[in-house]
């Protein structure tokens, strides 16, 4: 069983095992009683979990890895994350909203990407787990047997022919050719690859003002506010919510109308 377990601006995922719980990525330094009460609405327990994946080692991804690690699961990174574990220290560490604390090297379980269907079995889950570089050197993604694909951070497929010729279409087309039925994003809505191959960018029409509004929620997004929030305070779609969000954390730098561009919301009836 997958659950998404909903507290902060990054997606994390608990699979269930036969004998315990992978959970895939984590959110921003300062939302570990925000995690805890999302497991309790979920009805789960942290201390379930086996086992902690990290897509990639950006903050939005790693914040509470440690705090979760501290109450029984186990971090495990793949060797070509070795050297990545603290690349997000420094930025966690000046936000002084938060306390953040920095993963335990000699805590950490590292493991050969060869190794780890051996390593997920011990979960009771059958997958694997491939390096998947193009948003992020150290980022990996975890493919079920059952067809369920989770790539963190990896570019949707709907963005898949702005980055022609890169390493994103080449890192999809290994993905693809192991034909997934369904794909949890990290800042974007899953999306059912069987009756929607490349998911929706917008729900209901866009508003007029769309400059104003993307403005509005990386605004909020800066505060760290969480998506159902940004979504009742700006009245925005939720889906566009997502990915106005998942655009401006995933792209460091990027102004307003990058978003935009980005988002390709002329391919949708907006000028």
């Known amino acids: 069983m997958i659950k998404q377990i909903k507290y902060g601006t990054t997606n994390t995922y608990l699979i269930n095992g036969t004998d315990g719980s992978v959970l895939f990525d984590t959110g921003w ?26 897509s990639h080692y950006h903050p939005d991804h790693m914040g ?9 699961p186990v971090i495990c990174a793949a060797d070509c994350q070795r050297n990545f574990i603290h690349s997000s220290d420094k930025v ?21 990407l060869n190794e780890s269907r051996a390593l997920l079995k011990e979960a009771g889950v059958d997958g694997s787990i491939y390096a998947t570089p193009g948003h992020s050197d150290d980022s990996i993604s975890l493919m079920l047997d059952s067809g369920e694909l989770f790539v963190g951070d990896l570019n949707p497929l709907y963005e898949l022919e702005l980055h022609k010729g890169t390493q994103i279409e080449t890192t999809w087309n290994m993905l693809l050719s192991m034909n997934p039925r369904h794909v949890y994003y990290g800042h974007a809505p899953s999306v059912d690859l069987k009756s929607n ?54 792209h460091p730098g990027v102004t307003v109308q990058g978003i935009l561009d980005r988002v390709e919301l002329r391919r949708n009836g907006v000028r």
Do not use: W
């Open 29 to 54: 330094a300062g939302t570990m009683s925000a995690f805890c009460h999302a497991m309790g609405e979920a009805g789960e327990a942290v201390q379930d979990i086996k086992f902690i994946l990290i």
């Open 64 to 72: 509470i890895a440690q705090e979760i690690a501290d109450m029984g």
């Open 92 to 112: 966690l560490l000046r936000d002084k909203r938060c306390n953040f604390t920095p993963i335990k090297d000699e805590d950490v379980r590292f493991y050969r």
């Open 197 to 250: 191959p490349l998911g929706k960018l917008l729900g209901r029409s866009a508003p007029t003002d769309i400059y104003g509004l993307v403005k509005k929620i990386v605004r909020y997004v800066d505060k760290g506010t969480p998506k159902d929030v940004i979504v009742a305070k700006t009245g925005a779609d939720p889906q566009f919510v997502e990915d106005v969000t998942r655009m401006y954390v995933t």
